[in-house]
């Protein structure tokens, strides 16, 4: 598989990543079978690793599934989540956090640390000063490293303009942004990809499928269903008129639509089993898409350049939904 740079870090890294969430007990499988994904991404040359602390057992389950490993890979972890309470501003506690993350994962060291959701206050409340984004988390990622502990440090967030000010501040190696960078969903374009190229920042995509809206077709595109605003529908049905001309799954053209931007070093996958782990490496050593498929594409996106008003954060297909809080 192709690899890129990721950023000022160095480290070469392949164009899919494996996404730790479905891994765990989130993503409903056992555990052998998780395992047997993580193993057959290796061997198909995905080396780079996310989880985190907040993605339920999924450290424990890459701990397990990467023990004794003879292929060489990269393991990316977050602070945040444990240990309960968690307290983002306590130095022992996110001393603590890493400890435990060192014990699930089975390592001495962690390549990459991030800090999780640090554009989300309502969840991790991390920083004294939002003008300097400078908290306790700052030093102790300071001290990480310099006891080389942790190899670099990064930021794990989701938002489209609250994430780039703390990238800004040049502190930081990798950005892994989520729901933000996708076929449909572009935003990132605007302040997070152009401040990551400024500083040389990695830059990791999470959920190129964009929370399985962009898995599969799905027929309340055709019906209509009320949670879907008519801009958004009409955009939908234009993408899947466009993928029976150009005859791609839908996963494929996303996959390969993000890998499309050189400014991109990794983008996670969220597989669960042997199966989809195989059909998202064949997606992506298919390689980037053409110009033209490109353009076509960006005709799409701008039908609904910005999220409809209401629409819900992740689009409820194929899953009841009677408004937001209760998808």
């Given at each position: 598989?192709e690899?890129?740079?990721?950023?000022?870090t160095?480290?070469?890294?392949?164009l899919?990543?494996?996404?730790?969430?479905?891994?765990s007990?989130?993503?409903?499988g056992?555990?052998?079978?998780?395992?047997?994904a993580?193993h057959?991404?290796?061997e198909?040359?995905v080396?780079y690793?996310?989880?985190?602390?907040?993605y339920?057992?999924?450290e424990e389950?890459?701990?397990?599934?990467?023990e004794?490993t003879?292929?060489?890979?990269?393991?990316?972890?977050?602070l945040g989540?444990?240990?309960?309470?968690?307290?983002?501003k306590?130095?022992d506690l996110?001393?603590r956090?890493v400890?435990?993350?060192?014990?699930?994962l089975?390592r001495d060291?962690i390549?990459?640390?991030?800090?999780?959701e640090?554009?989300?206050?309502?969840?991790?409340d991390?920083?004294?000063?939002?003008d300097?984004?400078?908290g306790?988390?700052?030093e102790v990622?300071?001290e990480l490293?310099?006891?080389g502990?942790?190899?670099f440090?990064g930021l794990?967030?989701t938002?489209?303009?609250q994430?780039?000010?703390?990238?800004d501040?040049?502190?930081?190696d990798?950005?892994l942004?989520a729901?933000?960078y996708s076929?449909?969903?572009?935003?990132?374009?605007?302040?997070?990809?152009?401040?990551?190229r400024?500083h040389?920042?990695g830059?990791v995509?999470?959920?190129?499928?964009q929370q399985?809206a962009?898995?599969?077709?799905?027929?309340?595109?055709e019906?209509?269903?009320?949670?879907?605003?008519?801009?958004?529908?009409?955009?939908?049905?234009?993408?899947y008129?466009?993928?029976?001309?150009?005859?791609l799954?839908?996963?494929?053209l996303?996959?390969?639509?993000v890998?499309?931007?050189?400014?991109i070093s990794?983008?996670?996958?969220?597989?669960r089993s042997?199966?989809?782990?195989?059909k998202?490496?064949?997606a992506?050593?298919a390689?980037?898409l053409p110009a033209?498929m490109l353009?076509?594409?960006?005709?799409?996106a701008?039908m609904?350049p910005f999220?409809?008003?209401?629409?819900?954060?992740?689009?409820?297909?194929?899953?009841?939904?009677?408004g937001p809080g209760?998808?």
């Amino acid at each position: 598989m192709e690899q890129r740079l990721l950023g000022r870090t160095g480290l070469p890294v392949s164009l899919l990543g494996m996404g730790g969430l479905f891994v765990s007990q989130v993503g409903g499988g056992d555990r052998d079978q998780a395992c047997q994904a993580v193993h057959r991404a290796l061997e198909l040359g995905v080396n780079y690793v996310d989880t985190a602390p907040g993605y339920a057992d999924s450290e424990e389950v890459l701990g397990l599934a990467l023990e004794g490993t003879s292929q060489p890979y990269l393991i990316s972890t977050k602070l945040g989540g444990h240990p309960q309470p968690f307290n983002p501003k306590d130095r022992d506690l996110l001393r603590r956090s890493v400890e435990n993350s060192l014990r699930l994962l089975k390592r001495d060291t962690i390549d990459i640390l991030m800090i999780h959701e640090p554009d989300r206050p309502g969840q991790y409340d991390w920083w004294d000063s939002y003008d300097t984004y400078h908290g306790p988390v700052s030093e102790v990622l300071a001290e990480l490293k310099s006891e080389g502990i942790i190899r670099f440090t990064g930021l794990g967030g989701t938002t489209a303009y609250q994430l780039h000010p703390i990238i800004d501040t040049g502190h930081y190696d990798v950005v892994l942004t989520a729901f933000n960078y996708s076929l449909l969903w572009r935003e990132a374009e605007l302040e997070i990809l152009p401040t990551a190229r400024r500083h040389n920042v990695g830059v990791v995509i999470g959920s190129p499928l964009q929370q399985g809206a962009l898995a599969q077709r799905y027929a309340e595109v055709e019906t209509g269903a009320r949670w879907l605003s008519s801009p958004r529908q009409r955009q939908f049905q234009v993408l899947y008129d466009f993928l029976d001309e150009i005859e791609l799954s839908l996963p494929e053209l996303a996959l390969r639509w993000v890998i499309s931007n050189p400014d991109i070093s990794t983008t996670l996958m969220g597989a669960r089993s042997v199966e989809e782990v195989e059909k998202n490496v064949a997606a992506v050593n298919a390689g980037p898409l053409p110009a033209e498929m490109l353009t076509r594409l960006k005709e799409i996106a701008e039908m609904v350049p910005f999220r409809p008003f209401e629409e819900p954060f992740g689009l409820p297909f194929n899953r009841d939904y009677n408004g937001p809080g209760h998808a």
